[in-house]
T-cell receptor, first 114, second 110 residues
Framework: DTEVTQTPKHLVMGMTNKKSLKCEQH?????MYWYKQKAKKPPELMFV???????INESVPSRFSPECPNSSLLNLHLHALQPEDSALYLC?????????????FGDGTRLSIL | EDQVTQSPEALRLQEGESSSLNCSYT??????LFWYRQDPGKGPEFLFTLYSAGEEKEKERLKATLTKKESFLHITAPKPEDSATYLCAVQEGSGYALNFGKGTSLLVTP
């Protein structure tokens, strides 16, 4: 079982809806990440949080809004998404952000935009 | 130009037929090379981290090795449950991001 828990596992939403993805880890990791993965492609980095502060935003559209309420939780707020945003959204965490420690992934949220 | 290239894209093995997967990289200032296994509908599962040329790591039927330009994931006497996509990723300099290869899809048949 993965130590990074993501909810919900599946989400179907319309283009005008607002929803949130949630991620939780209890490994004491201080870096947390959001990735997007399309079918048969590798994960692509979206955001990085380090000590609850946003460190990296890989030019992600503003319809994706991350939030890190505390060191164990990471949210991704979704609004006015497009059909091309349908993908597997993965959360990951690591002990530190500067390499030397592996990132551990959750099983993702499968998002479908109607 | 891809910084991380994995080959082959797909590999089909008979149970017990050993083989190797390749990951070549062109990044400078490598901080770490990571191997992950990903099953359909699941997130990547961490397997190994390699930091310096000459390093080797083993876990059950898997052995990962690292040179200055590439890494190999050797699979000895594979079983059907080893079927998955194997992803290689590198982290360079002071960057946060894992730079993933496109993966090798492994199918082991009984």
């Amino acid at each position: 079982d993965t130590e990074v828990t993501q909810t919900p596992k599946h989400l179907v939403m319309g283009m005008t809806n607002k929803k949130s993805l949630k991620c939780e880890q209890h490994m004491g990791h201080r870096a947390m990440y959001w990735y997007k993965q399309k079918a048969k492609k590798p994960p692509e980095l979206m955001f990085v949080y380090s000590y609850e502060k946003l460190s990296i935003n890989e030019s992600v559209p503003s319809r994706f809004s991350p939030e890190c309420p505390n060191s164990s939780l990471l949210n991704l707020h979704l609004h006015a998404l497009q059909p091309e945003d349908s993908a597997l959204y993965l959360c990951a965490s690591s002990q530190e952000r500067t390499g030397m420690r592996p990132q551990h992934f959750g099983d993702g949220t499968r998002l479908s935009i109607l | 130009e891809d910084q991380v290239t994995q080959s082959p894209e797909a590999l089909r093995l008979q149970e017990g037929e050993s083989s190797s997967l390749n990951c070549s990289y062109t990044v400078s200032g490598l901080r770490g090379l990571f191997w992950y296994r990903q099953d359909p509908g699941k997130g990547p599962e961490f397997l190994f981290t390699l930091y310096s040329a000459g390093e080797e790591k083993e876990k059950e039927r898997l052995k990962a090795t690292l040179t200055k330009k590439e890494s190999f994931l050797h699979i000895t006497a594979p079983k059907p449950e080893d079927s998955a996509t194997y992803l290689c990723a590198v982290q360079e300099g002071s960057g946060y991001a894992l730079n993933f290869g496109k993966g090798t899809s492994l199918l082991v048949t009984p």
